[in-house]
Nanobody
Framework: QVQLAESGGGLVQAGDSLRLSCAASGRTFSRHVMGWFRQAPGKEREFVAG????????YYADSVKGRFTISRDITKNTVYLQMNSLKPEDTAVYYC???????????????WGQGTQVTVSS
């Protein structure tokens, strides 16, 4: 099993930047892909970005493409989500997750962190 712990959330204004971190521990070698999801109140959890541990290939939701950047530091077993030009609609709890293969579906990710709140005021 893989244990994940997010950090870096907070309250910011529209247009600001924020960087989230996700520290992975346990059997990290058994999961090839890390992803970020978010869930706003009353809405379903949605995919934000994904990255492969090996090679660093990335993929994004259209809603964040060009504003968010996912990256990883293999030496620290940590994945990051750099969020720029934040909008009020980015307000949500952000979750880090791990999967065997590249996917945008939450059901394909079987390890999850506890989430970190991001609030963007207008």
């Amino acid at each position: 099993q893989v244990q994940l712990a997010e950090s870096g959330g907070g309250l910011v204004q529209a247009g600001d930047s924020l960087r989230l971190s996700c520290a992975a521990s346990g059997r990290t070698f058994s999961r090839h892909v890390m992803g970020w999801f978010r869930q706003a109140p009353g809405k379903e959890r949605e995919f934000v970005a994904g990255i492969r541990w090996s090679g660093g290939d990335t993929y994004y939701a259209d809603s964040v493409k060009g504003r968010f950047t996912i990256s990883r530091d293999i030496t620290k077993n940590t994945v990051y989500l750099q969020m720029n030009s934040l909008k009020p609609e980015d307000t949500a709890v952000y979750y880090c997750a791990a999967a065997f293969g590249s996917s945008r579906r939450s059901q394909d990710f079987d390890s999850w962190g506890q989430g970190t709140q991001v609030t963007v005021s207008s």
